[in-house]
């Protein structure tokens, strides 16, 4: 089984499309907190209602909230996985190694991105409700008008919390966070960087050089 892999960036960073090639070409589960946190909010559930707000508005979700998320949605013992937008925090990372990772190999990747990229990918990023797959306004259209490629739905959507003043709030946090994250995995030996402001292929062939 491989290493887990945990990825760290910028929301807009490409962590979320890297994470996709790499569930296609190897053998890996992708978890994403933002999609469970979605889910919840799709369902109303009880979670699900309590958080829409917050997320909206751009800010985080209480770090024990997300944990037991992630907690309930994984299975270590069977599956690889990488973990895309859990950490958020160097409490979450701490949480993340103590709590679910404990003795299992894994490496931390960082996407490092140019801030000025990130809000022109972010705000002309949509999806597909249905199977997830990522798309861009300016480098990646869907090969006819707003139809998924991969499964065929019509209708991509924009998320509420991808509009500009929202992304503003979401990077402003990511900025505050970041270093004293990439302060622990460094001193734990688990870090490693690639530079995300190269095309989608050059930043994958950096992501499998590395796991
Ligand atoms: P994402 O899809 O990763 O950009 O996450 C969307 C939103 O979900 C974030 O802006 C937060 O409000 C919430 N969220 C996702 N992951 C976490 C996390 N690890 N800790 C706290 N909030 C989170």
Do not use: W
Not at 108 to 131: E, W
């Amino acid at each position: 089984m491989n290493s887990h892999l945990v990825v760290i960036g910028a929301p807009g960073s490409g962590k979320g499309t890297q994470a996709s090639k790499l569930v296609s070409e190897r053998l890996y589960n992708h978890i994403s907190t933002g999609d469970l946190l979605r889910a919840e909010i799709k369902k109303q559930t009880d979670l699900g209602l309590k958080v829409s707000k917050i997320i909206e508005s751009g800010q985080l979700v209480s770090d024990d909230i997300v944990m037991e998320l992630l907690l309930q949605n994984c299975d270590l013992k069977n599956k690889a996985y990488i973990f895309d937008g859990f950490p958020r925090n160097v409490e979450q990372a701490s949480m993340l190694s103590k709590q679910l990772l404990k003795n299992s190999p894994y490496v931390a990747v960082y996407f490092k991105i140019d801030q000025d990229l990130l809000i022109s990918r972010i705000v002309n990023r949509r999806s597909c409700p249905n199977c997830g797959e990522i798309y861009n306004l300016i480098s990646k259209l869907p090969s006819a008008p707003d139809r998924c490629d991969k499964c065929g739905h019509l209708g991509l959507t924009h998320r509420k919390d991808d509009h500009k003043d929202i992304v503003e709030n979401r990077l402003e946090i990511f900025t505050k966070n970041i270093q004293p994250m990439l302060d622990y995995y460094q001193a734990i030996g688990k870090l490693s960087i690639i530079d995300a402001s190269e095309s989608e292929e050059k930043t994958f062939t950096s992501l499998l050089k590395i796991i």
